[in-house]
């Protein structure tokens, strides 16, 4: 069933294309950010997590880049697929186990 | 693959009535979490366990919701009494710590 809000941010894509979902985060110390990936009526599904000594890292096809600057989070997705259309959400963690979670960007790909 | 499981998979109940919802977190992972994802409010964390033993509940409503780890194998969420603005999707993740955790499918309850 339906997880996710009405209003969220949407970025819509052509299949093929390259997406950017980016996020803001509140705490400058936070040490540990994690991108979930949340499809219809499913749980948040781990995609990929920095630590905040890096700025980039890299999995398949996907690539997260953090700038402490700005506090700012991105998740870039490579020749984006339908099976990617998704909710995503970003998560910071400060010292402990719990995660906070953004809130969220629909990702739609078209054909 | 490993998994979280959570039962039930939907829940309708009447306004004042108790609510469990269970979980079974992956065999080995030392910490467990409670989130509640709603349309207006996105994931809350309610409470979390490490080594069954609560570390923090801060988000969940003391007066009506309890959580709790029998043993190492179920961890539970009671709603009591459950009223309307209950109604949401809940779910459970295990981990290791450290953030990383697996997510069940969740409960989505209605109460009306």
Known sequence: ?111 | DARVTQTPRDKVTEMGQEVTMRCQPILGHNTVFWYRQTMMQGLELLAYFRNRAPLDDSGMPKDRFSAEMPDATLATLKIQPSEPRDSAVYFCASGLGQGRSTFGSGTRLTVV
């Not at chain 1, 949340?38 to 995609?47: L, T």
């Not at chain 1, 690539?63 to 995503?88: C, W």
């Open chain 1, 1 to 111: 069933g339906e997880s996710v809000g009405l209003h969220l941010p949407t970025l819509s894509v052509q299949e093929g294309d390259n997406s950017i979902i980016n996020c803001a985060y509140s705490n400058s110390a936070s040490d540990y950010f994690i991108w979930y990936k949340q499809e219809s009526g499913k749980g948040p599904q781990f995609i990929i997590d920095i630590r905040s000594n890096m700025d980039k890292r890299q999995g398949q096809r996907v690539t997260v880049l953090l700038n402490k600057t700005v506090k700012h989070l991105s998740l870039q997705i490579a020749a984006t697929q339908p099976g990617d259309s998704a909710v995503y959400f970003c998560a910071e963690i400060l010292n402990t186990d719990k995660l906070i979670f953004g809130t969220g960007t629909r990702l739609q790909v078209f054909p």
